[in-house]
């Protein structure tokens, strides 16, 4: 048995266990700009392996009841996904400026293959994350995902967003439902309405920071940064915590206790640090984020996580989730 | 009796663990439980070691595919004793070495430097450049148009007054490269714009009433060529190059940390780019008037007369990219100098 978890005490009852994070400012410092100037000297080539190193550093600080997070991601083959982004990104803003029709070519494409992107982005990252030897995988296909990623978005748009909290319910019911931990299968009940509250109150935020900046001119830019960033926390925090809520693996539910202030509180303090440092502090805004949010996610893990078993991963290229970065996709929780 | 390096032992089929305790005999790594009973053992050269870097966990991979998790990464590292699957990557080794560190950061900090005094403004020169003059006419109208549904309302300064305004820019037209076509557009700035002018991309010049208004031709010609001299030289096309190439640097060096007032540092910069280019026109146009038998000191004058007036230090936006008026001012007086006494010397 395993001494360090805590449900190995008491079996019966579910108990509360948040991810624990080690992170550290100064020693994420010393990787960060060793990073930083090997992947300038190199022009960018050594970006990827700058990439693995970050996230094997996040990664392996990472701990749920005393067991730690793995990045197992090759260096190559990031490197071979973002030669090829890269290319796509120039092909795709060198065609859609042609003042022609053949502009509209890329977008189109690009809408088809947004679902694949999706799909192969979140692959490659959870067969590249293993805890406990046991590794994660998604199987997610491309129907499903053009459902959510294209249709509920277009019905989004067509309703002046009026559909759009529905629209990212979906697209997150889906990537959970998709995800496995080894031959595990994650479940969702999140409800179709669960975005909507959360949504109107950023609204509201934003609202308010408009009428604000309005009466009083003077204060606008400050009132609709810090108004845009409230709402953007708060959004991002609440519907964390509603999908963590209602997801689940085997008897294990997640539970997200993300609160709206403090994490404003982090993003904005971070913002202003790192623009005061001129970027240096980057390292320590990277670090308060992620022990931020890692430590107020967790799982109500009942009896213990022994049972779990370990699934043949094929090994996925990385070109979807480098295009995903390359097109400024913000793909996965 | 239990001794070793600690840890968790996974099999190679699910996430079912248990405590063990390695220890190494002779060439032969061996994992015992709290009995000392033998849980699993393989031969030292045939596992891998694997750590987080910053030393979190560390792992070592058996070669039937069990794994051992610990937290002892340093302890296990000497019981392996520098074969070859047991060592410290040498960026582990870099990242470890504060020499290394500091010249890190030294590197980075002279590429960066070099990249926003050097390297960025010769290529937005060089791309500027490039651009023909139809495309840059081309935003000339876009931006004009976006400044006419916002800020700016139709002018009504009587069609003599434009032309006296005309007939002060067409002399300064000679000797302007080729691409500029200098075209005035005359507007009414309200309280918003105030008494201002300012050059477009394509070279296109747009006067506001007011300050058509308040300066007397001499120093209104001045103006007209400052903002000429910023057309000659693509000044707001190269700033919004500058500004993409400033933005993709920052990325770069910033990677995923995308958040909004982060670009705060790329605005300074690039603000501290446009002040250059302000020095750059004042110059200019005391050649420009020079050239052409004008008194290059009005345009001294212009600055007195609209900087205690407000409109240059108070209004926001475009005109907060200038520098301080004393500074402009200085420098000026330096120019006009400059100018004078070279021409004494012919």
């Given at each position: 048995m395993d001494e360090s978890t805590p449900g190995a005490l008491a079996p019966s009852t579910p108990q509360y266990t948040p991810l624990e994070f080690t992170g550290d400012g100064w020693a994420y410092f010393r990787i960060w700009v060793v990073n930083v100037a090997l992947s300038v000297l190199t022009l960018g080539i050594y970006s990827a392996w700058a990439k693995v190193r970050m996230n094997r550093y996040f990664y392996g600080h990472t701990q749920l009841a005393g067991a730690s997070f793995e990045y197992l991601a090759e260096p190559m083959a990031i490197l071979k996904g973002r030669i090829i982004a890269v290319l796509a990104l120039v092909i795709y803003s060198a065609v859609t400026q042609s003042p022609t029709l053949w502009a509209l070519i890329p977008p189109v494409l690009f809408m088809f293959a947004l679902p694949w992107l999706v799909n192969r982005s979140l692959a490659f990252r959870l067969a590249n994350t293993r805890y406990r030897n046991v590794r994660f995988s998604f199987t997610g296909t491309y129907g499903p995902g053009f459902k959510v990623h294209v249709l509920w978005l277009l019905a989004a748009g067509l309703t002046l967003g009026a559909l759009l909290p529905l629209a990212l319910q979906r697209q997150q019911r889906f990537v959970v439902e998709h995800t496995r931990y080894g031959l595990s299968e994650f479940s969702s009940e999140l409800p179709g309405g669960a975005f909507y509250v959360p949504a109107l109150q950023a609204l509201g935020m934003v609202l308010l920071a408009g009428a604000l900046s309005a009466l009083l001119p003077a204060v606008a830019p400050l009132a609709l940064t810090l108004g845009g960033l409230?709402?953007?926390?708060?959004?991002?925090?609440?519907?964390?915590?509603?999908?963590?809520?209602?997801?689940?693996?085997?008897?294990?539910?997640?539970e997200g206790r993300l609160e709206t202030l403090p994490w404003a509180w982090v993003l904005i303090s971070n913002a202003v640090l790192v623009a005061l440092s001129l970027g240096l502090a980057i390292p320590w805004a990277r670090i308060r984020a992620a022990r931020y949010k890692l430590s107020h996610v967790g799982l109500w893990i009942d009896g213990d996580l022994e049972e779990f078993l370990a699934a043949e991963v094929a090994q996925s290229s990385a070109l979807g989730e480098e295009l995903g970065e390359a097109f400024d996709l913000d793909i996965g929780l | 009796m239990t001794a070793g390096v600690q840890g968790q032992l996974y099999g190679m089929s699910g996430s079912r663990s248990v405590t063990a305790w390695l220890n190494r005999e002779g060439a032969t790594l061996c994992w015992r439980d709290e009995a000392g009973q033998i849980l699993a053992s393989a031969p030292l050269e045939a596992c891998e070691f694997s750590d987080a870097p910053g030393g979190a966990a560390a792992f070592v991979t058996l070669p039937d595919g069990q794994r051992f998790e610990t937290r002892e990464g340093s302890a296990l590292l000497a019981l392996g004793g520098g074969a070859a699957g047991f060592r410290r990557s040498w960026l582990s080794r870099l990242e470890g070495h504060g020499g290394a560190v500091l010249l890190a950061v030294l590197v980075t900090a002279l590429l960066l430097y070099a990249g926003i005094r050097f390297a960025v403004p010769a290529i937005a020169a060089e791309v500027a450049e490039a651009v023909q003059p139809s495309v840059a006419q081309g935003m000339d109208r876009a931006v004009l148009r976006g400044l006419d549904e916002g800020v700016l309302a139709p002018s009504r300064l009587a069609p003599a007054d434009r032309e006296r305004v005309e007939a002060l820019l067409a002399p300064l037209i000679p000797g302007a490269p080729s691409h500029v076509q200098p075209a005035l557009a005359f507007r009414d700035g309200g309280e918003?714009?105030?008494?201002?002018?300012?050059?477009?991309?394509?070279?296109?010049?747009?006067?506001?009433?007011?300050?058509?208004?308040?300066?007397?031709?001499?120093?209104?010609?001045?103006?007209?060529?400052?903002?000429?001299?910023?057309g000659a030289a693509r000044h707001s096309l190269r700033r919004g190059l500058q500004f993409s190439g400033l933005a993709v640097l920052w990325s770069w060096v910033t990677g995923d940390l995308g958040a909004l007032l982060t670009l705060l540092p790329v605005t300074l910069l690039e603000l501290s780019y446009a002040r250059d280019f302000e020095f750059e026109a004042d110059a200019q146009a005391v050649e420009r008037l020079v050239t052409i038998g004008r008194d290059p000191e009005a345009l001294a004058r212009a600055l007195g007369r609209l900087s205690p007036e407000g409109s240059v230090a108070r209004s926001s936006g475009y005109l907060s990219t200038h520098p301080p008026t004393v500074e402009r001012l200085e420098a000026l007086a330096a120019a006009v100098k400059r100018v004078r006494g070279r021409d004494e010397n012919f």
């Open positions: 409230m709402a953007y926390a708060h959004f991002s925090a609440q519907t964390l915590n509603r999908v963590l809520g209602a997801s689940q693996l085997g008897d294990h539910r997640f | 918003v714009v105030g008494a201002n002018a300012f050059a477009l991309p394509g070279g296109q010049i747009v006067v506001t009433d007011a300050i058509v208004e308040l300066l007397p031709d001499a120093e209104l010609q001045a103006v007209l060529a400052h903002e000429l001299s910023h």
